[in-house]
């Protein structure tokens, strides 16, 4: 009569308890080897040291990126705009000395120093513990994470979000009105807000909405509707204005971008009717046109060896 067939031996035959211990390690381990391509990577630790700071976005989960070469403009770059260097650089000093200090937005023209200011604050005070972080607006959503991160650091970390508007609804708003003093939770003394804008409510306005005493679409309080749009920018402290600058304003930038690019000898009536046709014909006289036509007057004429 044939012998039966022997049966494998599996993990729960195995009468040894060490074997069976060792022989149901080994099928995990051979488990997590096929599932580990699956997994999502590990995300980077911030680099506390760096100066500056993008906010990025993998596989769905957010992070701190270290900014290898933060822009180098100076305050003193900064001209004619006095009023408002004044303004912002007192906030941000009494942060830094950790009195009291608000949330800032600074609106208007465009091309006039607003996102330059909060970047030359950067270099101004990196030394004494400041600290910039750059958020898009769609990720906007993940300001209670990036707080969360930050609490309780020694630095101060200024959380920068450059060119906002909103249409209704969007989430960005949402969060960015809950942090900046709507949540339950309080945001720590080491973190502020500062927003630019070309527009000061942020959110599109519409003439029809004017008309508080008409039927707006199917709003039935449109004077309410409004109100909701305004309180936005009403929860920043600080609002510093930006305007267009006057001709000579601009002139005297252009001179100060065509010294810093190598021309300082250069004579103003050799340049100047340059200048004011280029700002002519970029429908602006700015203090970024100023910087372009510097740009590339200082790249034909400037003496070798310029900046």
Known sequence: MPSPAKTPRTAAAVADPLERLVRFLDTAEALLARL????????????????????????????LQAVAQPHPIRLKDLQDIDDQKQRIVANTRQFLAGRPANNVLLTGTRGCGKSSLVKAL???YAKKGLRLIEVDKSDLVDLPDIV???????????IFSDDLSF?????GYKALKSVLDGSVTSVPDNVLIYATSNRRHLMPEYHA????????????????AIEEKISLSERFGLWISFYPFSQDDYLNITAHWLAH?????????NWERDALNWAL?????????????????AGSHAPKGGK
Request: hydrophobic content about 35%; proline content about 8%.
């Open 36 to 63: 580990e391509p699956l997994l999502p990577e590990a995300l980077p630790q911030p680099d506390w040291k760096a100066p500056a700071y993008r906010w990025r976005r993998k596989n769905g989960r957010g992070f």
């Open 122 to 124: 950067l270099n101004e």
């Open 148 to 158: 969360d991160m930050v609490a309780g650091r020694p630095e101060h970390f200024i």
């Open 167 to 171: 249409e209704a609804g969007e989430d």
């Open 209 to 224: 909405e004017n008309l508080e005493t008409s039927k707006v679409g199917d709003e039935i309080h449109p004077g309410e």
């Open 261 to 269: 690019f190598g021309c300082a000898a250069a004579a103003r009536e």
């Open 281 to 297: 014909q970029r429908g602006s006289r700015s203090g970024r046109v100023a910087w372009q036509f510097a740009r590339d007057y």
